[in-house]
């Protein structure tokens, strides 16, 4: 499916920021399963400087600076992708051979996956994590199975309600009261997961907005969205990583649905947070989010090599190539 996807996020400030240094996921992933068609990243006003690298999920991020008072922040970007048809793997492993698989042994070979298995700063260690999980893994069943039937009770158990949670809620409040946004089931399900001591990985990215004639809309399509993975080995190498949507109850491989857009991954929110910044000044913004994705007509395919010839006459940025960037690391706030 040929996709075209639009974000827009403006930040108002009071009073004017003299300084900021903003990083941001907004390229969706160029892989085997994902072709990346065309991106442009317009910063208004214009940065002082603006780049691009991969990060060490292999996400490309882009970080620009701005070093002129300003009383607005307007970010648009703009990308065009195919995403695959989605199938759901068959795999018959154990989950508890998984477990044991990623259990430390002395001498034992490496597993990449073993860095998904650990608490991030969004993902805690806690008991309540696994009695929620644990009906899902009787003895004997197969991870796949076991993990889908833990995104089927999330479906159920959950309520998804806008503005039940914060940007920052921890996924043990989301816990307890049911109900929260995508961001929350995520990172539950990902919590979950790891207190059985199983890998899973944060994905972030979008939906279609207008559902397909004879389907339902999905919940989240009409902001940023975001989904959990979770690694079996048994499976193929490259196709390991089997996605997990408990909001709309969809699993599949190389994402829930050939109407979702991966865009990026990591151990949490806090790794793919779509933009986040350190600021001097601003002492109160407001914020607006606008995502649309919509079908890409043949005329609107636009290569990149035709963006980059198009650049010196553009404020925009094409991110067609990877430079070496500076890494922000703290950030006085996050997009959610």
């Known amino acids: 499916m040929k996709l075209q996807i639009t974000h827009e996020t403006v930040y108002d400030y009071v009073p004017a920021v003299e300084t900021a240094q903003h990083m941001a996921y ?19 006003p214009e940065p002082a400087q603006i ?13 620009f600076a701005l070093q002129v008072p300003h009383t607005q922040l307007r970010v648009l970007a703009n990308s065009q992708v195919v995403t695959q048809a989605v199938h759901l793997p068959q795999s018959d492993m154990g989950w508890d051979a998984v477990r044991e698989h990623f259990r430390y042994q002395a001498h034992g070979s490496f597993d990449a996956a073993t860095e998904f298995v650990f608490a991030s700063p969004m993902v805690p260690r806690h008991a309540e994590f696994f009695a929620y999980a644990r009906p899902s893994f009787s003895a004997g069943t197969g991870l796949l199975a076991a993990a889908i039937d833990l995104m089927h009770r999330i479906y159920s ?15 043990l409040e989301a816990l307890a009261q049911r109900k929260g946004v995508c961001q929350d089931f995520a990172h539950i ?22 559902a397909a004639p004879g389907t339902v809309k999905l ?14 080995p048994d499976l ?18 190389p994402s829930p649905g050939e109407d979702y857009v991966t865009l990026a991954m990591g151990r949490d929110f806090s790794d ?43 404020q925009s940025q094409d991110f067609g190539s990877i430079q070496s960037q500076s890494q922000c690391q703290n950030s006085s706030f996050n997009q959610p």
């Open 26 to 44: 907004l390229i969706p992933l160029d892989s085997a399963t994902q072709t990346l068609l065309g991106h442009r990243l317009q910063v208004t």
């Open 51 to 63: 780049n691009t690298t991969l990060d060490v999920f292999g996400n490309s991020r882009s970080f």
């Open 157 to 171: 158990d959950f309520t998804y309600e806008s503005q039940s949670t914060q940007v920052n809620t921890p996924a």
């Open 189 to 210: 399900l990902i919590a979950c997961l790891r207190n059985m001591g199983l890998p899973a990985r944060y994905v972030s990215g979008y939906l279609l907005t207008e």
């Open 219 to 232: 919940k989240g399509s009409d902001a940023s969205h975001a989904w959990a993975a979770v690694y079996v």
């Open 236 to 253: 193929p190498e490259g196709k390991r990583w089997v996605d997990l949507d408990p909001t709309n109850d969809r699993a599949g491989w």
């Open 272 to 314: 793919v947070s779509p933009i986040r910044g350190v600021i001097h000044g601003g002492a109160s913004h407001t914020l607006r989010v606008g995502v649309t994705v919509e079908p890409l007509a043949p005329a609107q395919v636009t290569s990149r090599q035709t963006q980059s010839q198009s650049q010196s006459q553009s």
